[in-house]
């Protein structure tokens, strides 16, 4: 008998290689295995075209069905994305746009990590509520958490994976 692990996308909303955001996921993606399930991480942030309605339609742009497809394969997706300027940077709201005119993601469990110091990231969060309400992303809030900087990070990403590996269960 053979049991797949759930796969968990990995998102992140940061462009900079070396952004605190890009070390949650690898973290995130170096513990999955440990916790019984496999991580995927998205890395075409930066080469998704603007988001235009009118190229929301058959044929996709092939940068934005990649990503949809990659959402679509997915069982629950796992975003960690800094605050710009109050609320998500612009790349990453592109992305989510993307999101919108599909299907892919409603009803998939989603959840977040907030790596920003303590009194910061609120306003990402929140955007991040509001926008994914319009995609019909099904938010799982238990794993909806931040990260602890001085913490134990891979126990802490290691309860989120979980938490979300049930939620794609039920």
């Known amino acids: 008998m053979t049991t797949t692990r759930p796969v968990i996308l990995l998102l992140s909303g940061s462009l900079r290689a070396a952004s605190t955001n890009e070390a949650v996921l690898r973290t995130a993606y170096d513990v999955a295995p440990t916790v019984g399930v496999e991580a995927v991480r998205y890395d075409g942030l930066a080469g998704l075209p603007h988001f235009n309605p009118d190229d929301d339609r058959d044929p996709l742009p092939p ?14 997706i796992l975003i960690c994305t800094p605050e710009y300027a ?41 955007t991040l509520r509001t926008v994914l309400g319009y995609t019909g992303a099904r938010i799982v809030d238990e794993a909806c958490v931040r990260v602890p900087a001085d913490g134990d990070v891979k126990r802490a990403l290691g309860e989120v994976l979980v938490t979300l590996a049930r939620a794609a269960a039920e």
């Not at 934005?64 to 990659?70: I, K």
């Open 63 to 76: 940068a934005v069905a990649t990503l949809r497809t990659a959402i679509e394969k997915a069982d629950g």
């Open 86 to 126: 109050g609320t998500l940077p612009g790349s990453f709201k592109n992305l989510l746009d993307w999101t919108v005119g599909g299907v892919e993601i409603s009803d998939k469990p989603t959840a977040w990590v907030n790596a920003a110091a303590p009194g910061r990231g609120e306003g990402a969060g929140a």
